[in-house]
């Protein structure tokens, strides 16, 4: 279990993860957005793509969106460098 979405999205992104089904995989995208949902609270939605096609998303509400949001941010901008 997770303290909250950033420490389930820190695991998720660390290197070296294994796959069950297909070995060592790498991540090959992150995209982040964030918005408002009706009643006003502030929420973001991660997906993470791997190398071998497995896809995870990670929602997050409140001040803990925008903390989400920009370490997905500053991820996504990391991996695209490579």
Not at 22 to 29: D, K
Not at 30 to 57: D, H, L, P, W
Request: proline share 0%; hydrophobic share 35%; with cysteine.
């Amino acid at each position: 279990m997770y303290r909250n979405s950033i420490d389930a999205f820190a695991h998720l992104i660390s290197e070296g993860r294994e796959s069950v089904f297909r070995g060592t995989a790498t991540v090959t995208q992150i995209s982040a957005k964030i918005g408002y949902m009706q009643n006003g609270i502030r929420y973001c939605n991660v997906q993470v793509t791997f190398n071998n096609g497995e896809e995870y998303r990670i929602e997050a509400y409140g001040e803990e969106a925008d903390e989400l949001y920009n370490k997905a941010r500053e991820k996504s901008a990391v991996s695209c460098l490579h």
